[in-house]
């Protein structure tokens, strides 16, 4: 029996570690460095309709406690990932997640059609913190009524599981959750990047162009934590953990609080194979306390 197991919706993972979204590229960068077929799921680089270049540089800033990236969704766009990157994932067998956004509600549901048939994707995973041009570029993910209809459409569109992404610079968060079940998600993720930004003292600039960025890593642990902790009081479907994920004990705490599975973002980038170290010490933890599944520690804090 293998203990590290886990069910999110219709999708059976072999260990409940992912890569998160923009982190790790489209997989087949760090197949020299690691055995992509171990990792619970891959979750591709955010993909559109169309390519994008993203924002000017810089585009990074490293902090104390993380970092801040204003990448703009700079990606190869839906076609070029079909035809380039999905054979070498499928070649390797890995479980790909396909991170997808869009300005408008009907991108985000073309580009569901463009994979639905394609061979090698388990499920799909929209990303609602980008801003919606019909709504004046308030993000998806920040008003419960746009959250419901891109959900909703997204499930008419999609037979493959669906996730959602949350953002978590939202007072509510459980509100948005309840809206994305309503709309048909089969899981949650817990959550993207918190709002941040850094002033560069000399020249009075802010250290990203936008001047307002993603914060990640180690910093936004506590803050995503709780945010999970909200959304498991609030819906009952898997969650998946994301946000400062440094080690399995990091990893633990989310799957106590309620995760059924984790993603590791900016981990990756001080370390390229954490995600699997990650799973080899969770194995050997579970052995040292006696534990037969991993089920039997989900959601079990006191
Ligand atoms: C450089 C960088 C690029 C990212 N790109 C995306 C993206 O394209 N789509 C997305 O949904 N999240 C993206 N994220 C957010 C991560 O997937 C993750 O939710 C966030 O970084 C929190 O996890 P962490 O603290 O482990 O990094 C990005 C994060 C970083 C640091």
Redesign the pocket.
């Known amino acids: 029996m293998n203990k590290l197991e886990v069910k999110i919706g219709s999708l059976t993972l072999k260990n409940p570690v992912m890569t998160?979204?923009?982190?790790f590229g489209y997989g087949d960068e760090y197949i020299s460095l690691l055995d992509i077929s171990k990792l619970g799921a891959i979750v591709t680089?955010?993909l559109t309709m169309e390519p994008r270049a993203g924002n000017p540089a810089p585009r990074?800033w490293e902090l104390p406690y993380?970092?801040l990236?204003s990448?703009g969704?700079a990606n190869i766009g839906v076609h070029r990932f079909i035809s380039e990157k999905l054979p070498i994932l499928r070649d390797y067998e890995a479980t790909v997640i396909a991170?997808i956004a869009s300005a408008d509600v009907a991108g985000y549901t073309e580009v569901i059609k463009i994979l639905e048939n394609e061979k090698g994707i388990s499920a799909y995973e929209l990303?609602v913190?980008c801003p919606n041009v019909e709504k004046e570029g308030m993000a998806f993910g920040a008003d419960v009524e746009t959250l419901l209809e891109v959900t909703r459409r997204c499930r008419e569109a999609a037979d493959k599981c669906l996730i959602v992404?949350l953002t978590p610079n939202v007072y509510d968060i459980g509100s948005l959750a309840q809206a994305a079940v309503e709309g048909g998600a089969d899981a949650l993720t817990v959550a993207?990047?918190v709002l941040g930004m850094a002033v560069d003292i000399e020249s009075r600039k802010p250290r990203i162009p936008s001047a307002l960025a993603?914060y990640?890593?180690p910093g936004?642990k506590p803050v995503n934590l709780a945010k999970l902790y909200q959304v498991r009081k609030a819906v009952d479907v898997p969650l998946i953990g994301?946000?400062?994920?440094m080690n399995y004990r990091d990893a633990l705490e989310y799957m106590i609080t309620g995760a059924a599975a984790v993603?590791?973002?900016?981990?990756t980038y001080k370390n390229p194979r954490l995600a699997v170290e990650v799973i080899d010490d969770m194995e050997r933890y579970l052995n040292e306390k006696g534990i037969d599944d991993i089920d039997n520690l989900i959601g079990t804090m006191k």
């Open positions: 998160a979204s923009g982190t680089k955010t990074i993380g970092m990236n990448i969704l991170n990303n913190s992404k993207n990047t993603g990640s890593g936004i994301c946000g400062g994920i993603q590791i973002g900016s981990g």
